[in-house]
């Protein structure tokens, strides 16, 4: 089976699963709301990714230009755009493109060997993956930990020094934040690699199944390469996660405190339940659900960040598979990327919306 299109099976299922219940459980306006979601996201996809088209084609340069370079004779530079249907009127290419996005067909890449885009993506989607889930991971677990604990230090030391961690690291450039990660985790203490997923040893010895190298490692038995996959990834995805852990935080303290002053809360106090027990199971619990809201919308800025940190770390992802096909001007597979990008932001946040409706039945659609 394809890698692309067993990832697409892998992370599909919770989407399915969201929009089933949806269907199943919940009510006339959710339904509605479902479907018009849907209908919408195809022309979002399609409306973005034309956008790319145009602005790609205004752009100085060309795709023959950028890969052959400044000394390449003009027959040459010629005979490259005509064989790529590039020298086409721009209403030809637009009609071009259109037909190939209907029929799903991602084309062929206009630079190197000229492999299917959806074989690149098949490499390069798992490795984006493997940083941005441990990313959450880490932006939520920590949000959710210093939020409760500034939550329930209000107005001590430990209060204003949380919020004035969630500030800084909220503005902090990702690509700031790597560097100097990377300057004394890397450089200086040597602890952690600073590029790559797996030791280049290793990597010969790897069976990949799916290109996701931790299920790989783990399916093969290959502990070993589970080790330098793990260790490779520290990195960048603390850097992702802590880059993104200062809103999370900041939402979680105000949701909290919030919560801890409801009735039902003084009521629980009143009957001697302990604090600990009073802040986890009745203010956590009803504060997380303007936090799931923030997980969809932060799907977004998380792909951003990615490409952002792929860069850093040489990470390679889609995101660094975009700036270097930007770069050479390769329409096709920045095209592509784009729209991969954007069925994913569309299809997570579907699923959030539906797990709101889950966890709060007041919500009207």
Request: proline share 4%; net charge positive; glycine share 8%.
């Amino acid at each position: 089976m394809h890698p692309l299109l067993l990832l697409l099976l892998i992370f599909g299922v919770p989407a399915v699963t969201a929009l089933g219940w949806g269907f199943v459980r919940g009510t006339e306006s959710l339904r509605r709301y479902i479907l018009t979601r849907l209908a919408l996201t195809l022309p979002m996809v399609l409306i973005l990714v034309s956008l790319v088209f145009f602005v790609l084609r205004v752009m100085p340069g060309d795709v023959a230009s950028a890969t052959l370079g400044p000394k390449a004779s003009d027959d040459v530079r010629e005979n490259i755009m005509e064989t790529l249907g590039l020298n086409d009127p721009l209403v030809v290419q637009y009609v071009r493109f259109l037909g190939d996005v209907v029929t799903f067909d991602l084309g062929d890449s206009f630079v190197g060997a000229r492999r299917p885009v959806v074989d690149e993506l098949g490499e390069r989607l798992p490795a984006t993956l493997e940083l941005i889930i441990p990313a959450a991971i880490v932006a939520l677990g920590t949000g959710l930990l210093l939020g409760t604990y500034a939550a329930t230090r209000r107005r001590r030391a430990a209060d204003y020094g949380l919020r004035l961690y969630s500030v800084i690291v909220y503005s902090m450039p990702v690509f700031w934040l790597g560097l100097m990660l990377g300057q004394a985790f890397g450089v200086r203490l040597g602890w952690l690699p600073l590029s790559g997923r797996v030791d280049v040893i290793t990597n010969t010895t790897l069976e990949r199944t799916t290109n996701l190298l931790v299920v790989d490692s783990i399916i093969s038995g290959n502990w070993s390469a589970l080790l330098s996959v793990l260790h490779h990834m520290v990195l960048p995805s603390l850097t992702l996660g802590l880059a993104l852990s200062g809103v999370f935080v900041r939402l979680t303290r105000i949701n909290l405190i919030e919560t801890l002053q409801a009735d039902y809360v003084f009521a629980a106090r009143a009957r001697g339940i302990r604090e600990r027990v009073v802040s986890r199971s009745y203010g956590l619990k009803n504060a997380m659900i303007p936090v799931v809201t923030l997980i969809g919308l932060q799907v977004a800025i998380l792909l951003a960040g990615a490409v952002l940190t792929e860069v850093v770390f040489n990470w390679p992802g889609m995101g660094l598979y975009l700036i270097d096909r930007i770069k050479v001007r390769d329409f096709q597979a920045v095209q592509s990327t784009v729209a991969v990008f954007a069925l994913l932001v569309a299809a997570i946040s579907l699923t959030v919306d539906i797990i709101y409706s889950m966890l709060d039945p007041r919500v009207k659609y």
